[in-house]
């Protein structure tokens, strides 16, 4: 990894063993960074107050070697990332005011994109895991993740059948508390369905009825107009002698006609006025039947407004035209058919969810009975790694129990409370020594037992679920004396199957890292490119030597150191 402008760290490379890689240095100067950075580029959260005071930004970059059908590298093809020559690039960049950016061999991605490939790539483990571990959630989630397919495919039956249940359940619920609200709706439903067939309204009734009662109340006027354009059009035939439109068109077309052949413009003119005098008698024909057509009976007028008002009614209250209370009433049936139904949606739903209770009972019992058997492994397992981490008479148990609930499902012959994952409520326990009562590891582990209990764990994890790296930040805070040197010994039987990186104080644990890397402030405060080196030889005796006593040049912390080292090489 590159890292620039990260909290203390100004410009430092970190280059990780494949094996197991031990950080070490003062406190305060600046080893957690390099969790935080790894952090960045799996997609962690990016907080603006990590950026270096004065930059503008702090970057991280990283190159993870891995197979190219790796599920990583798949999922990162799948984005349009590539690899480089069996690595992956990869980049995040957070800005001093909060944006965030990430890129993936070479392409921009969305950051969720980093977490994905964080699945499959790393396990982060840190002061905050272990106290993560003391919750019997997350206790539940680790047996879970142990048992593999026993569990998670009846977990997922079960889950689906859970979330369905809410779903009945809660309209359940609905139909039956608002019962009277459904049954008022459909009261007024009905009322209304009645009123508008009771009119038997049709489509556009009341614009055709509005438009015959305009007509009808002015019939005398109208049908004066039509006589009179009638009379100018075709002529009064009570004044046979008077000039009508038709008689002059006519007139006009006969002085043109018998000189058209002298000229084609003029000729064409007189075919203009041909067809208008053809015009004028089809509009004097129409007019005359209009005004005998026209019906000026005062009770049609009457039937008309009568049947206006009822209409009216109607879209006084269901809409404003009548096409619109049409649609309202073709609406309202519907939604009376579905009120109108509700005894059998409730009976339906009533034995939907009587079948899908009985159907997570024994999905829960089979969630019961998988974890049951998971946790004999798993705390088998368990106490075996803790006797390997100097805890050799401790023992590891999970309590697997259910709450009895009169309103829950039936398990077991008992009814039991339930929830999205089951019905099992988890707890891991622990006696550190023959005689001692098992207690939750909340109550019964001290901080170094419980380190030791956290990596006991991972190791397990690391058998049955691996990753290629782990990464581990103080776990094994609270140890000392021959069980450091224990957990200094099963960090480094862990990276023979994966690469192990490991922030420590501790040298008994140091002293079995394959590298071990020193990360130094300078004298302004800041971590450099050189603040991040490699230790060999003299220099790592003399980190150690720090680490064991406080003095770099002790002779006795150095033969110590030494001596730490040896062991370490031999026991590998």
Do not use: C
């Not at 390099?34 to 930059?55: E, F, N, Q, Y």
């Not at 490939?117 to 905050?128: F, K, N, P, R, Y």
């Not at 619920?173 to 038997?200: H, K, N």
């Not at 100018?232 to 052949?261: C, F, K």
Request: charged share 25%; proline share 4%; glycine share 10%.
């Amino acid at each position: 990894m590159r890292i620039r402008s990260l909290g203390v760290i100004d410009d430092a490379v970190v280059e990780l063993s494949p094996g197991f890689t031990a950080v070490t240095g003062e406190t305060g100067a600046g080893k957690t960074m390099v969790v935080t950075s790894l952090g960045l580029l799996l997609g962690g959260r990016a907080d603006p107050a990590l950026v270096r005071i004065g930059a503008k930004a702090a970057v991280v970059e990283g190159r993870l070697v891995m197979r190219p059908d790796a599920p990583a590298a798949v999922r990162a093809g799948e984005a349009g990332a590539e690899l480089d020559e069996g690595a992956l690039l990869i980049s995040r960049t957070v800005s001093a005011e909060g944006r965030s950016r990430a890129h993936v061999g070479g392409r921009s991605v969305p950051v969720g994109l980093l977490a994905e490939l964080a699945d499959d790539l790393v396990a982060v483990h840190g002061q905050t895991d272990q106290q993560g571990l003391l919750r019997p959630a997350r206790q539940r989630q680790a047996l879970d993740r142990y048992a593999g397919d026993s569990v998670s495919v009846p977990l997922e039956k079960y889950a689906g059948a859970y979330r369905r249940l809410r779903a009945v359940t809660s309209e359940l619920d609905t139909l039956t508390t608002r019962a009277r609200e459904r049954a008022q709706e459909a009261d007024l439903l009905r009322f209304g369905l009645d009123e508008v067939a009771a009119v038997e309204p049709l489509p556009g009734e009341d614009a055709e009825l509005a438009a015959e009662a305009e007509r009808l109340r002015h019939a005398e006027s109208l049908a004066s107009a039509a006589q009179a354009a009638h009379a100018a059009l075709a002529g009064d035939v009570e004044d046979p002698e008077g000039v009508d439109a038709n008689t002059l068109v006519a007139g006009a077309h006969r002085a043109l006609e018998s000189v058209r052949s002298h000229d084609p413009a003029l000729g064409a003119l007189a075919d203009r006025i041909g067809e208008l005098g053809i015009l004028l008698a089809d509009v004097a024909g129409e007019l005359a039947g209009y005004a005998d057509d026209l019906d000026a009976d005062p009770l049609r007028l009457a039937a008309v407004e009568e049947r206006r008002a009822a209409l009216t009614q109607l879209t006084r209250k269901y809409g404003d035209s009548i096409d619109s209370v049409l649609d309202w009433a073709q609406k309202g049936s519907a939604r009376l058919l579905e009120l109108d139904g509700d005894d059998e949606r409730i009976a339906g739903l009533t034995a939907e969810r009587d079948a899908l209770r009985d159907e997570l009972s024994v999905l829960a019992q089979a969630l019961t009975d998988a974890r049951t058997e998971a946790a004999e492994r798993f705390a088998s397992a368990v106490t075996a790694e803790l006797a390997s981490l100097a805890m050799p008479h401790a023992r590891v148990t999970i309590d697997i129990r259910q709450t009895e609930d009169p309103e829950g499902v039936e398990v077991g012959g008992r009814a039991v409370a339930y929830g999205p994952t089951g019905t099992d409520e988890v707890e891991l326990l622990l006696a550190p020594h023959p005689g001692a009562q098992p207690r939750p590891i909340a109550k019964g582990a001290s901080g170094g037992e419980l380190s030791r209990v956290m990596l006991a764990v991972e190791v397990v994890f690391a058998g049955s679920d691996p990753v290629p790296t782990y990464l581990f930040d103080e776990v094994d805070a609270g140890v000392g004396g021959k069980a450091a040197v224990e957990v200094g010994r099963r960090l480094a039987k862990l990276a023979k199957s994966a690469q192990v990186v490991v922030v420590t104080h501790l040298p008994q644990v140091a002293a079995f890292a394959d590298r071990q890397l020193l990360v130094e402030k300078t004298v302004d405060g800041s971590v450099t490119r050189s603040g991040v080196t490699v230790l060999e030889g003299e220099d790592r005796i003399r980190e150690l030597s720090r680490m064991l006593a406080g003095q770099e040049d002790s002779q006795t912390a150095r033969a110590h150191a030494e001596e730490l080292l040896e062991a370490a090489r031999a026991d590998a």
